[in-house]
Structure formats: C-alpha cells, structure tokens
C-alpha cells in the first residue's frame, strides 16, 4: 500500500508540473473606456459597437467620450418594428442587432453623449429590458392581424413603449458648455459611417465579394465582405499593430469561454476542456472546412458582440486577443476587469464577423475588395 501511495503521488505531481497556469504579457493594449454592464438585456451589439466607435474618438481626437449605448437601442427599434410588420410577422423580432446597426443608426440619427441619454428611467442603475420585446411585439401582432381595423398608428404606439421604457428622445442638449443637436455632436466626433466595413470568412460565397449573411439578427441586411480565414486574423493583427481597435462578433456558448476565468480557448481534444480554462492546453487547428461546418450546424451562432482593444501572449508565445465584454468588472461571475483573452484557435473558428476603420486594411486586402 506505501509503494503504491508514493506511485500516485509522483504521478499527480508530474501532472501538475506538465500543466502550466497561464501568465500574460501585455503586447498591444489600445485606448478604450471602462467596462460596463448591459445588465438585463440583449443589446451587446450597441454596447460593443459603441465602445469601439469611443476608441475611434479616442484614437483621432484624444476626447474620452462617453457615448450612449441605449440612444442606439432607441433608434433601431423603430427599424425593427418596420422589418418585422412588413414582412408580416414572418420575421424575428428580438433585442438582438449587429454592428452596422449602429453605424446605421450614428448615419440617420447621429449620436449622443451618455449623459443626455442613458435609458434609464425613476432613478434605475441598471438596464432592464425584460418586457420591452414583448410589449412591443403585442403592438406589431395586432396589427399584423387586422392592419385596417387597427384602432391608432402603430408607429406612435411604438415610440410610446419606448419613451416609456427608455426615455423620449432630446433634439438638443448641452455637453461641456456646447449646445448640440445629435447631428451636430457627431459632426464634433469627427466619425463617418462611410469608414467602417464589416468582414467575415465563409466558405459559402465567393472571397472578394460581399453578401449578405443570412444570421437571424441581420434584419437590417446588412452586407460583409469576405475574405479566406487566414486574412482574417491578418487583417485583426494587422489593424492591431497599426492602433485600430476591432469589433468582433462571435459565438460564447462554448464551455471554453469563460468570462470567470477571462479566457477564452478551444483545446484539440474535449478531455481538455475543463484544464483548459485554467492551464495552457494544445489548440485545435481549424481549417475553413471546419469553421463552415460549425457555422452550418450551428455550432457557431452569433451569440454575442464584443471589443478587441489589444494583444497579449501567454509565456508559450501564444497569441490572445484582449477582448473588451460588456457584462460589467470583477465579480464572482467576471474577472480580468471584464476582459476575454482569446486565443487565436477560438477567434478562428467561433468568429461571426468583425468591423474595422478602412484605413486598417493593408492595400492590396482594399483591392482585392475593391474598396
């Protein structure tokens, strides 16, 4: 029985020492304000996209701008409710939205700060959207079912849900001393949608084109360039070491992201998962074959948006992604201040689509886009 006691001990002491716990190296972290919290609700598009049209302040001008996630959530909301009633109800009609959303909604409505919008109502602190898509789409069912016995105009019936829940929106406010209309305050930003492109890899469509991708929260049709798996992590690293921030959309279903453990991975054998979160484990090698079939079993979904702000490198010499959530700062349930790192395995194969500056694109990617 000793012998046998010191066998496992060796042996429980040669796994430990095989299994490394990860430590970071900082190599690339750009401009970006504090994590926040989307609370009780599905709008991670704007809060992502928001953060990262911030860091495209930051970048240009150096003004720390707190923009107002929720005035995006106001404005599309009508969009939807139009999408949805044209199509007859044959349409989802959810919280969810995509990055274009916003940069649509920055084009037709401009942009306002945090402060003269927040979408919080009778001194609430946190985001609470539980009963919005229902009350709205009791709106748009009855009108679906007798559009010309409707008794009122479901478009102002509409705005009254969500004057109500978020708050009515102001045509002018006041932000550090200076009277703006949102038109105007994008102006003083400096940002223009025409810069931002959204690309993806599918193997589905021809490279060098754009389409559009046929995901349940694209109700706005929006359009994504696509290019071969590897230009993709070319053109995030690229856009990195030139201090253009990324947004990303990507699935976090898997068991291998974990926002408790801020990593994100996907470990070649599923015995490994579990370490994985918290030791470095050998990385599946994924291939566009792969990546599709994920995407059209949907294994890989677009769960989730989010902000990639920098790189870091684990002391292996593998890369990560510095990924900026939106599900708040330390807590039980968070930590690395509410970062992801994200390995490049993991980016490759749960990535939806990411959104970049034009000017981050190398200039033969820009032609072969034709951009």
């Known amino acids: 029985m000793k012998k046998y006691s010191i066998f496992l001990l060796l042996v429980a002491f040669t796994s430990v020492s095989f299994a490394q716990a990860y430590k970071f190296e900082t190599k690339i972290d750009l401009g970006a304000l504090d994590v926040l919290s ?10 992502s996209t928001s953060s990262f049209l911030e860091s495209e302040i930051l970048r240009t001008t150096s003004k720390h701008i707190d923009l107002s996630e929720m005035y995006n959530v106001r404005q599309t909301y009508p969009l939807k409710s139009w999408n949805y009633v044209m199509r007859q109800g044959k349409a989802q009609f959810s919280e969810g939205g995509l990055a274009h959303d916003v940069i649509n909604s920055m084009e037709a409505y401009g942009l306002v700060p945090n402060e003269a919008y927040t979408g919080l109502l009778k001194r609430e602190t946190k985001h609470d959207h539980s009963e919005i898509v229902d009350e709205l789409k009791t709106i748009l069912d009855a009108y679906i079912k007798n559009p010309k016995t409707y008794d009122g105009d479901w478009k102002a019936d509409v705005s009254k849900v969500l004057d109500k829940e978020l708050g009515e929106v102001k045509t002018n406010f006041t932000y550090e001393g200076v009277s703006y209309t949102p038109q105007s305050f994008l102006a003083m930003t400096g940002l223009k949608a025409s810069n931002y492109v959204t690309i993806t890899s599918f193997t589905h469509q021809p490279y060098n084109t754009s389409f559009i991708l046929d995901i349940p929260d694209n109700f706005s049709n929006g359009r994504f360039y696509n290019v071969e798996l590897d230009d993709l992590v070319d053109i995030t690293n690229d856009a990195l070491k030139k201090g253009f921030t990324v947004e990303l959309d990507c699935d976090v279903s898997e068991k291998t992201f974990s ?23 050998k990385e599946l090698k994924v291939t566009p074959e792969y990546r599709q079939k994920e995407f059209e079993n949907f294994d890989t979904t677009d769960d989730h948006l989010m902000h990639i702000v920098g790189l870091v490198e684990d002391q292996k010499g593998n890369s990560y992604y510095k990924v900026k959530n939106s599900w708040g700062g330390n807590s039980d349930k968070v930590s690395n201040d509410g970062y992801i790192y994200m390995s490049e395995a993991y980016f490759k194969l749960k990535t939806i689509s990411i959104m970049v500056h034009k000017d981050a694109l190398s200039r033969s990617i820009k032609k072969d886009l034709s951009l």
């Open 259 to 281: 926002s408790k453990y801020g990593v994100a991975v996907m470990p070649k054998d599923e015995k490994d998962y579990d370490a994985a979160l918290k030791s470095i484990e």
């Open 38 to 47: 989307q609370g009780n609700t599905g709008t991670c598009w704007s809060f």
